[in-house]
């Protein structure tokens, strides 16, 4: 009888980068549990990590290419699959130019190290400017705001949560999440410790969410109003004298702007519109502000809303008004053994905006990729620059993307589409070719996005633990043949050899940075707390903070226009704010198909106040339809005073209803998609994220008779 063995490795499963110790015999897991002496995580695990087997062992899971025909989905050949991607491809672009092609890269890319350095050289060699990615669903504003404060878009300040005295917390439920763009494994318990030694957490959201069950405080808020609290916040902080801005005082510009342009919001004024007293707002800025340390998060909530670019702006110009950038215990930059940002020195890649613009919206790109929320428009607009094809990579922008029943009918009207993903789901089945990757335990894996984002600058490198068979292809193997039948040049690297480039950059020389030097240390390698690194680290031309950059400044009228409109606005024909959720058990739309993590209590429901639902009479578990200016759907209310009235929440990645996919267990568990709801219309128009917060709809119940029609 073989011998159990043991493999270490990390968890790509969600952005918390947990630490995995799995028990094996030939091919079957025995089990999966935390890795206790991984340095980040320290043997947590959620739910998700043993859906890796799920995973592995799925029946639905693609292993080699199918195309669609006539007659139905067909196997064909990998070089069958490449010699007519090729061809198709090319003709297109023969016939209607180099952009005819458009690209979509879902969020699974940056849990991939294959798909994250092999995808933007193949993308490049096709020479379209028609690139989108999930990153302008909800994460833009954070790139936004780093690129024109810090110079750099991914100069991301991160909570340095084990050693703040105050964490306030706006549109985030990192409890859940674990920590988004900000790598914080077991987060509830790393919560509690700042209470347990004696700090305070202070939760801002319209929902009683499992983070606020954590802190010492939850704070109501109107969705979408976040930025008028932020400018509160600061004229307090200033009125009151309570600026301090520690070593970089003589790193910063703009104060006295902020000083100035924040007098136009004074919490009397500010208090009746977001739903708090004005009372309320000065006292929270008095604690954030004399705490020890204090460090504000802003995250989902912050960034998919209409001003969205504002609130993570001033996100980061509360932080640093009060000593709280740069500082242990305030937000602190990472420096990971594959520093991306230290690296732009020598590749020049620190960001763009606005050097382009997409042909129906006019919409600015932003890093050589135009928001998503242009897409549909893109494809369905006759003229120059019109997409004719798509290529997707590992993402499901139907379920996760606005209007996702406007790009289910670009999609369909497409000449040709290629899609690399493991499923065939409700994007790839619009496909002609699907192109599966090895995925999970049958890949390695080093995290090169999310150290760059982590609460602790550690390292580690996963080897696959099951080898592939002979039949399937690896992510970067797909993505270089690809790019090679585009260049006619061949990459002379594989997976490996490209980090080993990559670290000989890196700024640890012991021991010295290599793969093989990084198997040895299968849970990890710990480099310690975050540190200072300012001014050195800015990318700004003279080395300084931009605290009140002009864009910023000049998208304030924008926001002041909101402001009057609310303090004279009525109830409209749509009296409910909708926002999302996510839960513990899901990330996105990607987590579905697992039994283990679906089974249970419905989680696909419209979360509804109890007030609310008594007002429109309304049962628990009972059917209604929500219907807002693009669409309706129908799903079961779940009835709780962790809503604030008049917001109503239903989780997104659902809406696994539609025909044509072949993912029976997600089918089984379809629920209903919130982007059938919002409009790909609303955006923050600094930024050009989608704005999923707030999105207005109305309730009806399902009547009887309406049951039969």
């Given at each position: 009888?073989?011998?159990?063995?043991?493999?270490?490795?990390?968890?790509?499963?969600c952005e918390s980068m947990c630490?995995?110790?799995?028990?094996?015999?030939?091919?079957?897991?025995?089990?999966?549990?935390?890795?206790?002496?991984?340095?980040?995580?320290?043997?947590?695990?959620?739910?998700?990590?043993?859906?890796?087997?799920?995973?592995?062992?799925?029946?639905?899971?693609?292993?080699?290419?199918?195309?669609?025909?006539?007659?139905?989905?067909?196997?064909?050949?990998?070089?069958?699959?490449?010699?007519?991607?090729?061809?198709?491809?090319?003709?297109?672009?023969?016939?209607?130019?180099?952009?005819?092609?458009?690209?979509?890269?879902?969020?699974?890319?940056?849990?991939?190290?294959?798909?994250?350095?092999?995808?933007?050289?193949?993308?490049?060699?096709?020479?379209?400017?028609?690139?989108?990615?999930?990153?302008?669903?909800?994460?833009?504003?954070?790139?936004?705001?780093?690129?024109?404060?810090?110079?750099?878009?991914?100069?991301?300040?991160?909570?340095?949560?084990?050693?703040?005295?105050?964490?306030?917390?706006?549109?985030?439920?990192?409890?859940?999440?674990?920590?988004?763009?900000?790598?914080?494994?077991?987060?509830?318990?790393?919560?509690?410790?700042i209470k347990k030694r004696g700090?305070?957490?202070?939760?801002?959201?319209?929902?009683?969410?499992?983070?606020?069950?954590?802190?010492?405080?939850?704070?109501?808020?109107?969705?979408?109003?976040?930025?008028?609290?932020l400018l509160a916040l600061i004229?307090?902080?200033?009125?009151?004298?309570?600026?301090?801005?520690?070593?970089?005082?003589?790193?910063?510009?703009?104060?006295?702007?902020?000083?100035?342009?924040?007098?136009?919001?004074?919490?009397?004024?500010?208090?009746?519109?977001?739903?708090?007293?004005?009372?309320?707002?000065?006292?929270?800025?008095?604690?954030?502000?004399?705490?020890?340390?204090?460090?504000?998060?802003?995250?989902?909530?912050?960034?998919?809303?209409?001003?969205?670019?504002?609130?993570?702006?001033?996100?980061?110009?509360?932080?640093?008004?009060?000593?709280?950038?740069?500082?242990?215990?305030?937000?602190?930059?990472?420096?990971?053994?594959?520093?991306?940002?230290?690296?732009?020195?020598?590749?020049?890649?620190?960001?763009?905006?606005?050097?382009?613009?997409?042909?129906?919206?006019?919409?600015?790109?932003?890093?050589?990729?135009?928001?998503?929320?242009?897409?549909?428009?893109?494809?369905?607009?006759?003229?120059?620059?019109?997409?004719?094809?798509?290529?997707?990579?590992?993402?499901?922008?139907?379920?996760?993307?606005?209007?996702?029943?406007?790009?289910?009918?670009?999609?369909?009207?497409?000449?040709?589409?290629?899609?690399?993903?493991?499923?065939?789901?409700?994007?790839?089945?619009?496909?002609?070719?699907?192109?599966?990757?090895?995925?999970?335990?049958?890949?390695?894996?080093?995290?090169?996005?999310?150290?760059?984002?982590?609460?602790?600058?550690?390292?580690?490198?996963?080897?696959?633990?099951?080898?592939?068979?002979?039949?399937?292809?690896?992510?970067?193997?797909?993505?270089?043949?690809?790019?090679?039948?585009?260049?006619?040049?061949?990459?002379?690297?594989?997976?490996?050899?490209?980090?080993?480039?990559?670290?000989?950059?890196?700024?640890?020389?012991?021991?010295?940075?290599?793969?093989?030097?990084?198997?040895?240390?299968?849970?990890?390698?710990?480099?310690?707390?975050?540190?200072?690194?300012?001014?050195?680290?800015?990318?700004?031309?003279?080395?300084?903070?931009?605290?009140?950059?002009?864009?910023?400044?000049?998208?304030?009228?924008?926001?002041?226009?909101?402001?009057?409109?609310?303090?004279?606005?009525?109830?409209?024909?749509?009296?409910?704010?909708?926002?999302?959720?996510?839960?513990?058990?899901?990330?996105?739309?990607?987590?579905?198909?697992?039994?283990?993590?679906?089974?249970?209590?419905?989680?696909?429901?419209?979360?509804?106040?109890?007030?609310?639902?008594?007002?429109?009479?309304?049962?628990?578990?009972?059917?209604?339809?929500?219907?807002?200016?693009?669409?309706?759907?129908?799903?079961?209310?779940?009835?709780?005073?962790?809503?604030?009235?008049?917001?109503?929440?239903?989780?997104?990645?659902?809406?696994?209803?539609?025909?044509?996919?072949?993912?029976?267990?997600?089918?089984?568990?379809?629920?209903?998609?919130?982007?059938?709801?919002?409009?790909?219309?609303?955006?923050?128009?600094?930024?050009?994220?989608?704005?999923?917060?707030?999105?207005?709809?109305?309730?009806?119940?399902?009547?009887?008779?309406?049951?039969?029609?």
């Amino acid at each position: 009888m073989n011998e159990i063995k043991t493999h270490y490795r990390t968890c790509n499963l969600c952005e918390s980068m947990c630490g995995l110790e799995i028990k094996y015999q030939n091919n079957t897991i025995i089990s999966i549990k935390g890795d206790k002496n991984d340095p980040l995580s320290k043997g947590h695990i959620c739910p998700k990590a043993t859906a890796l087997e799920d995973l592995y062992n799925d029946k639905d899971r693609l292993k080699t290419p199918i195309k669609r025909t006539k007659i139905g989905w067909v196997a064909v050949s990998w070089e069958e699959a490449y010699h007519e991607i090729e061809t198709s491809l090319k003709r297109i672009q023969n016939k209607y130019g180099k952009n005819a092609i458009g690209s979509y890269r879902g969020n699974p890319t940056v849990h991939n190290t294959g798909l994250t350095l092999f995808s933007a050289p193949f993308l490049k060699s096709l020479g379209s400017n028609q690139k989108y990615t999930a990153t302008s669903v909800d994460q833009l504003p954070h790139h936004f705001a780093s690129l024109f404060m810090f110079g750099h878009y991914l100069m991301l300040p991160i909570p340095d949560i084990d050693r703040t005295d105050f964490m306030l917390i706006m549109g985030g439920n990192p409890a859940v999440s674990n920590g988004s763009i900000m790598t914080a494994p077991d987060f509830a318990n790393r919560l509690k410790a700042i209470k347990k030694r004696g700090g305070k957490v202070v939760v801002i959201d319209p929902r009683f969410t499992e983070t606020a069950k954590i802190a010492n405080t939850h704070y109501y808020i109107k969705p979408g109003t976040d930025a008028f609290l932020l400018l509160a916040l600061i004229h307090v902080i200033f009125e009151e004298n309570l600026t301090k801005l520690a070593h970089l005082e003589t790193h910063i510009n703009g104060l006295e702007t902020i000083k100035e342009i924040v007098k136009n919001y004074p919490s009397k004024k500010i208090a009746k519109i977001i739903g708090f007293t004005s009372e309320e707002i000065q006292q929270l800025a008095r604690n954030f502000a004399t705490s020890k340390t204090a460090v504000c998060y802003g995250r989902m909530g912050l960034s998919t809303q209409e001003f969205g670019g504002l609130c993570q702006w001033l996100v980061n110009v509360l932080n640093c008004i009060t000593g709280n950038l740069d500082i242990e215990g305030g937000a602190l930059f990472t420096k990971p053994i594959i520093d991306i940002v230290e690296m732009s020195k020598i590749t020049g890649k620190i960001g763009s905006f606005d050097t382009k613009r997409s042909s129906v919206q006019q919409l600015p790109e932003f890093t050589d990729e135009f928001p998503v929320a242009a897409l549909a428009d893109e494809i369905l607009t006759p003229g120059e620059n019109q997409i004719k094809a798509m290529i997707t990579i590992a993402g499901n922008p139907v379920l996760s993307t606005p209007n996702g029943k406007k790009l289910e009918k670009a999609f369909e009207s497409l000449e040709y589409m290629v899609a690399i993903d493991i499923y065939l789901n409700e994007t790839t089945k619009y496909a002609h070719i699907i192109l599966p990757t090895t995925t999970g335990l049958e890949t390695p894996l080093y995290d090169l996005i999310f150290h760059q984002f982590a609460i602790r600058n550690t390292a580690k490198y996963s080897e696959a633990l099951f080898k592939k068979t002979k039949e399937q292809r690896h992510d970067w193997e797909i993505l270089k043949e690809l790019t090679k039948r585009f260049t006619g040049k061949e990459n002379p690297l594989n997976l490996e050899q490209t980090l080993d480039y990559m670290l000989q950059f890196s700024s640890y020389k012991v021991p010295k940075m290599s793969i093989s030097t990084l198997k040895k240390y299968p849970h990890g390698l710990d480099f310690g707390a975050l540190k200072p690194q300012l001014p050195q680290r800015l990318f700004t031309t003279d080395k300084k903070i931009e605290l009140a950059h002009p864009l910023f400044i000049a998208d304030l009228k924008r926001l002041n226009k909101k402001l009057n409109s609310l303090e004279t606005k009525t109830i409209a024909n749509y009296p409910f704010s909708l926002i999302g959720r996510r839960h513990l058990r899901s990330n996105n739309s990607w987590m579905h198909n697992s039994k283990r993590l679906v089974k249970g209590k419905k989680r696909c429901t419209l979360l509804i106040n109890t007030k609310d639902a008594n007002l429109l009479k309304l049962k628990e578990n009972q059917k209604v339809i929500v219907t807002s200016n693009v669409g309706q759907v129908k799903l079961p209310i779940e009835i709780t005073d962790t809503m604030m009235p008049r917001v109503v929440s239903i989780p997104h990645g659902w809406g696994h209803h539609r025909k044509g996919t072949n993912m029976e267990i997600a089918q089984q568990h379809a629920g209903v998609s919130i982007n059938d709801l919002t409009d790909a219309k609303n955006i923050d128009c600094l930024t050009g994220n989608a704005d999923f917060s707030s999105t207005k709809v109305k309730i009806e119940a399902i009547q009887i008779a309406s049951i039969f029609n």
